[in-house]
C-alpha cells in the first residue's frame, strides 16, 4: 500500500470482486501508523583516546553507520576495570549528544576497558569497544604554538587604537607562558590573560611606543616554543639613537646619531635639530631639514656651554627628542705658546720659560707640557707638567745635546707643540754680570722706608757691593742689603736726610764687571742758605743782601726764602718778605745810624729750613 503520509494512523480492510462486482468488505483490522521499521542502531565507529591525565581519560568517536532506521539521540560510554566484567555507566542514561568525553575520577596508572553504544528509538544499540586497555597517566606533549596567517603577517594600528593578540597553544603539562618584547620591555600597559589553552595579549592606547616585535614562549617538562607578532603602529617617530657630539669647536659643534628604532611605521623624512645655552631654558631651532644622520651646527658663541636636541620626523609628525646628555663648551684646544726662551742651563739641567698662547681655544688653559728629545733619537718624552710658564728641566746628563718644545693643554685636548728655537747642549753657562735696573733715581719722603731692589744675571754667580758717594756703604740695622739668588735689596727704614746722594751697586765674577749708578732723593725740608750773607750795597736808609742756594734742598726745588731784620737795640726779628724768589733782596726803610742783623731761611713744599 503507497501514498500513506509518515506518521498517520491506518486501518485496512479487504473486499473481493467479481464480473457481478463487489462483494463485502471484511472486518477491518487494527490500526496502523505509517513509518518505516525501528531497529536498534550498529556501533559507533572509530572509537579511540584522545588524551589522558593522571585521574582522567577523554576518549571521541563517530556516528554509526547503520542507525537502525532512526535518528541517533545520545551516546552511552561505560567503563569497567580490566580485571572485572561489572561495566558502569559514566553518562547520564539519556546519552549524550556530543561525540566526545571526559571520564573523570579514575585512578592513575588502573587499566580500564571502555566501550561506547548509540542509543536510538528503538533502544540501545550494540557498543563498540576501545581496543585494548586504558591506563589515566599525564601525557606529556611539547608546547605547540598555533598562530593564524593574519598574526603572522603581523598587526598594524594607529596611534591611540587598541590590539589583542590571541594565540592558542597545546601542551602537557600546561606549559609556563611568558611575554617579552624585542628591544624592549613589556610595559605596565600591557595586559595578559591566560586560558586553558590559548594566551591574548592586550593593549589600549598604543602609541609609538609600543611597536615592536611581541615574543610568546611556552615551557614544560617537554620542551619550549618561542613565536613572535610583529605590532607596527602608525606614529610620529621615537627619539634617534646614540645622539652624541663628536666634534666641537670654539664656534662649531657637529652631532651624529643613529636613525630610531622605532620609526612610527612610516619613512623618516627628515631631522630637527635644537640647540640650548646652559643658562637659558629654552631651545633655539637650528635647523629642520636635516636629512643626514649628522650635522654641523655653525655660529656658537665661544666658550659658552651647549646641550643639543635632534627629534625625527615622518608623515604623522615630528617626535620625541634625543638630548645630550653631558654640557658641550664650544671651545677647541688652544694654539700653541708663544717664544720659549732658554733661561739657564747646567750640566744637569735647563731652565725654559715661554709666553701664553694667543688664544685659549675658548677654554681655560689647564696647563703646559715640556716635550725633550736626545741628540739621535726621534722619540719625544714629556719631562715635566706645569701651570705656570716656566720649569726646570732636571736629569740631563752633560755634554749631551738635547731639543726642548712646550705643548699647552685644555679641556678640549692639546695644542701643537712650540720648538725652542736651538738644540741646548747641558754644560754650565759662563756669562757676564748684567744688571737689570728698574730705575736709576728713587725719591722718598723723610721718615718712610725705601727698598730697592736690583735684578742681576751672570754665571757663575757674581759678588755684589754697594758703595755711596764714593765710599763702601756702612751697613746698620737701619740701612741694610741683602741678596737673593737673582738680585739685590737695598734696604733704608725711616730714611734720612743723610741718605741722600748718590749709590752704586757693583756686579763682579770671574767673566767681567758691570757697575751702575743709583741716586736716591730724600724728600725733606730744605737746609738753611748758603753763607755767607754778602752785604752787595750799603746807604744810608737800605742795604742790599746776596746769599747761595742751601747746599741740600730737599730733594726738591726752593719755592722762596724768608728775610728777617732785627735792630741790636731790640730782641724781637721782623719778616722783611716771606716770598723772595732770587737770592737777593734789598731791604729798605732802614734807619740811619741803627745796627742791624739779617737771617734767611729756605722754604720748600715739605718745610722751611733752619
Known amino acids: 500500500v503507497t501514498g500513506l503520509t509518515e506518521d498517520h494512523e491506518y486501518e485496512f480492510r479487504v473486499s473481493a470482486e467479481n464480473v457481478a462486482g463487489t462483494g463485502e468488505p471484511s472486518q477491518p483490522t487494527m490500526y496502523y501508523k505509517a513509518c518505516d521499521p525501528v531497529y536498534k542502531p550498529g556501533p559507533p565507529i572509530n572509537a ?8 582522567t581519560v577523554t576518549v571521541v568517536w563517530g556516528k554509526p553507520i547503520y542507525d537502525g532506521g532512526s535518528e541517533i539521540q545520545g551516546y ?5 576495570k580490566a580485571d572485572e566484567e ?5 553518562t547520564p542514561q539519556t546519552g549524550l549528544r556530543i561525540n566526545r568525553f571526559e571520564i573523570t575520577k579514575l585512578t592513575e596508572y588502573q587499566e580500564y576497558k571502555v566501550r561506547i553504544s548509540a542509543i536510538n528509538k528503538a533502544g540501545v544499540g550494540e557498543p563498540a569497544s576501545i581496543p585494548g586497555t586504558v591506563k589515566p597517566e599525564d601525557k606529556l606533549e611539547a608546547p605547540e604554538i598555533d598562530l593564524s596567517s593574519e598574526l603572522r603577517k603581523g598587526i598594524v594600528v594607529r596611534a591611540g587604537s587598541s590590539v589583542k593578540i590571541h594565540v592558542p597553544f597545546r601542551g602537557r603539562p600546561a606549559p609556563e607562558i611568558s611575554w617579552s618584547k624585542d628591544e624592549g620591555e613589556v610595559t605596565d600597559k600591557v595586559q595578559i590573560e591566560r586560558g586553558f589553552n590559548y594566551s591574548e ?3 589600549d592606547n598604543c602609541d609609538r611606543g609600543d611597536a615592536g616585535k611581541y615574543i610568546i614562549t611556552l615551557e614544560n617538562s617537554s620542551g619550549s616554543k618561542s613565536a613572535f607578532v610583529s605590532l607596527k603602529v602608525l606614529d610620529t617617530p621615537g627619539p634617534p639613537q646614540g645622539l652624541i657630539v663628536k666634534d666641537i669647536r670654539k664656534d662649531s659643534a657637529t652631532l651624529v646619531w643613529e636613525p630610531p628604532s622605532i620609526d612610527g611605521g612610516a619613512k623618516i623624512k627628515n631631522y630637527v635639530i635644537d640647540k640650548r645655552e646652559s643658562t637659558r631654558k629654552a631651545y633655539a631651532n637650528v635647523t629642520t631639514k636635516c636629512n643626514k644622520t649628522s650635522f654641523k651646527v655653525e655660529n656658537l658663541t665661544e666658550g659658552a656651554v651647549y646641550y643639543f636636541r635632534v627629534m625625527a620626523e615622518n608623515e604623522y609628525g615630528i617626535g620625541t627628542p634625543a638630548e645630550t646628555v653631558d654640557p658641550a663648551k664650544a671651545s677647541e684646544p688652544p694654539l ?3 717664544k720659549v726662551t732658554l733661561n739657564d742651563v747646567t750640566q744637569t739641567s735647563a731652565s725654559l720659560t715661554w709666553e701664553k698662547p694667543e688664544h685659549d681655544g675658548g677654554s681655560r688653559i689647564m696647563g703646559y707640557y715640556v716635550e725633550m728629545q736626545s741628540k739621535g733619537s726621534d722619540k719625544w718624552s714629556v719631562v715635566s707638567t706645569t701651570k705656570v710658564c716656566e720649569a726646570v728641566v732636571s736629569g740631563l746628563s752633560s755634554g749631551q745635546e738635547y731639543s726642548f718644545r712646550v705643548i699647552a693643554f685644555n ?3 692639546k695644542s701643537d707643540p712650540r720648538l725652542l728655537a736651538v738644540p741646548v747642549i747641558a754644560k754650565d ?7 737689570k735696573m728698574m730705575f736709576n733715581t728713587y725719591s722718598v719722603q723723610a721718615g718712610n722706608d725705601l727698598k730697592v731692589e736690583v735684578p742681576f744675571t751672570g754665571r757663575p754667580k757674581p759678588k755684589i757691593s754697594w758703595a755711596k758717594d764714593g765710599q763702601p756703604l756702612k751697613q746698620t740695622t737701619r740701612v741694610n742689603v741683602e741678596d737673593t739668588p737673582t738680585s739685590t735689596i737695598l734696604h733704608i727704614k725711616e730714611s734720612q736726610r743723610d741718605d741722600f746722594g748718590k749709590y752704586a751697586v757693583t756686579a763682579v765674577n770671574n767673566i767681567g764687571t758691570v757697575k751702575e749708578e743709583i741716586a736716591i732723593i730724600v724728600l725733606d725740608k730744605p737746609g738753611p742758605p748758603g753763607g755767607p750773607v754778602r752785604f752787595d750795597e750799603i746807604s744810608s736808609d737800605f742795604v742790599v743782601l746776596s746769599w747761595d742756594v742751601p747746599e741740600y734742598t730737599g730733594g726738591c726745588q726752593i719755592s722762596n726764602y724768608i728775610v728777617e731784620k732785627r735792630d ?3 730782641t724781637n726779628w721782623q719778616t722783611v718778605s716771606a716770598t723772595v724768589a732770587r737770592t737777593t733782596i734789598k731791604v729798605t726803610k732802614l734807619t740811619t745810624g741803627s745796627e742791624y742783623q739779617f737771617r734767611i731761611y729756605a722754604e720748600n713744599r715739605y718745610g722751611r729750613s733752619s
Do not use: Q, R
Open 48 to 55: 579511540h583516546i584522545v588524551d589522558t591525565t593522571k585521574n
Open 76 to 80: 552511552i560510554v561505560e567503563i569497567c
Open 86 to 90: 561489572e561495566w558502569s555507566m559514566c
Open 201 to 203: 595579549l592586550s593593549i
Open 336 to 338: 700653541p705658546p708663544g
Open 411 to 413: 679641556e678640549k685636548g
Open 429 to 435: 753657562l759662563t756669562t757676564e754680570p748684567a744688571f
Open 568 to 570: 741790636t737795640t731790640t
